[in-house]
């Protein structure tokens, strides 16, 4: 949470002062603000030090923190998590599950999720590794939408893998 100064904290000579609904009351001396916000039995919260003068308002400062404890939970829940979706091929998949698996990898990428693209390679498959490599290239090709490479191709073990993210589409020259 940010760290605001309150009440007496306020060391600045004058503040722009601002009520309860939002309404300037006008610059005045930190110390009459102070005495306007007791006058009332509210605080003097500093919501804006960097202005010249800094922006003080008149609220109950307990309310405040509630309203921006409130708005962050707001910001957060408007945060878009990107997933990793991971899709498994191998050596003997065919060229029409290719192209399903592909339309996959498309419709995950247009939500803007990370795709972990791996290729198992089972017993005597794991002598031919450029094979692995060269289905892995040609899946890429069968891809349409616009990608990046995020994690190139390598090998661990039996399995090639390669991540790719979304990219945002090269707007052509005028």
């Known amino acids: ?14 503040l722009r002062v601002i009520n309860e609904e939002g309404e300037q009351i006008g610059v005045m001396k930190t110390s009459e603000a102070l005495a306007l916000a007791l006058q009332h039995g509210l605080d ?9 003068p800094p922006v003080a ?11 921006q404890k409130k708005m962050e939970q707001q910001q957060k829940k408007k945060a878009k998590k990107t997933e990793v979706k991971t899709i498994w091929l191998s050596m003997r998949i065919s060229q029409h599950d290719m192209l399903i698996k592909a339309k996959k990898v498309m419709e995950f990428l247009g939500d803007g ?10 017993g005597r498959e794991q002598a031919y590794g450029e094979l692995g490599h060269k289905q892995l290239q040609t899946f890429l ?11 190139p191709i390598k090998r661990m ?11 945002k589409p090269i707007a052509p020259a005028k």
């Open 141 to 151: 090709g069968i891809i349409t939408c616009p990608f990046r490479v995020e994690v």
């Open 113 to 122: 999720d990370l795709v972990r693209i791996e290729l198992r390679m089972r």
């Open 157 to 167: 073990g039996g399995t090639w893998s390669l991540t790719v993210a979304p990219s």
């Open 44 to 52: 003097l919260v500093e919501v804006s030090p960097v202005a010249n």
């Open 1 to 14: 949470m940010l760290k605001v100064k309150l009440n007496h904290q306020i060391k600045a000579p004058e």
């Open 57 to 67: 308002k008149l609220i109950d400062f307990a309310k405040y923190k509630y309203q």
